[in-house]
């Protein structure tokens, strides 16, 4: 069974920052790519960033600049600083991943984290 748990968020002032973690755990062969997607009351949820094990990144428009995505291919960890922040990046925010298990069984599907609130104050 596959699991991914995010942690990091909370509530900040405008212009502060957060960290968010996500990690995924299991019976995994591979989860790539990793990234994070977010969902802001009444709107659909829509991507922020996502990353390759071969650390290729994607972005919104909304974040560059402000948000950098990273991972960590041995714990399965991807990672969220967000910078600069704006009472508009106020969301639940979700770990997603594109993973391969382990086994002669091996399945290959989209998993999604809990989800995250970050609000941001102005």
């Known amino acids: 069974q596959v699991q991914l748990v995010e942690s990091g968020g909370g509530l900040v002032q405008a212009g502060g920052s957060l960290r968010l973690s996500c990690a995924a755990s299991?019976?995994?062969?591979?989860?790539?790519?990793m990234g994070w997607y977010r969902q802001a009351p009444g709107k659909q949820r829509e991507l922020v960033a996502t990353?390759?094990?071969?650390?290729?990144?994607n972005y919104a428009d909304s974040v560059k600049g402000r948000f950098t995505i990273s991972r960590d291919n041995r714990k399965n960890t991807v990672y969220l600083q967000m910078n600069s922040l704006k009472p508009e990046d106020t969301a639940v925010y979700y770990c997603?991943?594109?993973?391969?298990?382990?086994?002669?069984?091996?399945?290959?599907?989209?998993?999604w984290g809990q989800g995250t609130q970050v609000t941001v104050s102005s």
């Open positions: 990353i390759t094990s071969g650390r290729t990144t």
């Open positions: 997603n991943a594109d993973v391969s298990t382990l086994g002669v069984r091996s399945t290959r599907r989209v998993y």
């Open positions: 299991g019976s995994i062969f591979s989860a790539d790519p």
